[in-house]
């Protein structure tokens, strides 16, 4: 059984930092993607960033670019997600996604096992 488990959410004011974790049990993903997904209230879900292949390459939204680093740790099936500069507007819950696809997707339909989110709340 494919399991994903977050941690690492929080409060924290503008500016600050987090660091989401996300442990992967039952399958490797070293050759498929690991995404980081998040839905702020009434409103969809949205791509942050992913990561795929066991040199790491990435790909993040726009409005994170340089702010949020994504990484893995193969060794231990995990994957994180470094927040810094956060904003208001990075308030939501943060979901860990895998997927069977190759390629670096942004999309949600594309990752077949989620976990159960970890919220992150900015305040101003």
């Known amino acids: 059984q494919v399991q994903l488990v977050e941690s690492g959410g929080g409060s924290v004011q503008a500016g600050g930092s987090l660091r989401l974790s996300c442990v992967v049990s039952?399958?490797?993903?070293?050759?498929?993607?690991v995404g980081w997904f998040r839905q702020a209230s009434g409103k969809e879900r949205e791509f942050v960033a992913t990561?795929?292949?066991?040199?790491?390459?990435?790909r993040y939204r726009d409005s994170v670019k340089g702010r949020f680093t994504i990484s893995k740790d193969n060794a231990k099936n995990t994957v994180h997600l470094q927040m810094n500069s956060l904003k208001p507007e990075d308030t939501a819950i943060y979901y860990c996604?895998?997927?069977?696809?190759?390629?670096?997707?942004?999309?949600?339909?594309?990752?077949?096992?989620w976990g159960q989110g970890t919220q992150v709340t900015v305040s101003s």
């Open positions: 990561i795929i292949g066991s040199g790491g390459m990435t």
């Open positions: 996604a895998g997927s069977v696809a190759s390629s670096l997707s942004a999309t949600p339909g594309d990752y077949h096992y």
């Open positions: 039952g399958r490797t993903f070293s050759a498929h993607p």
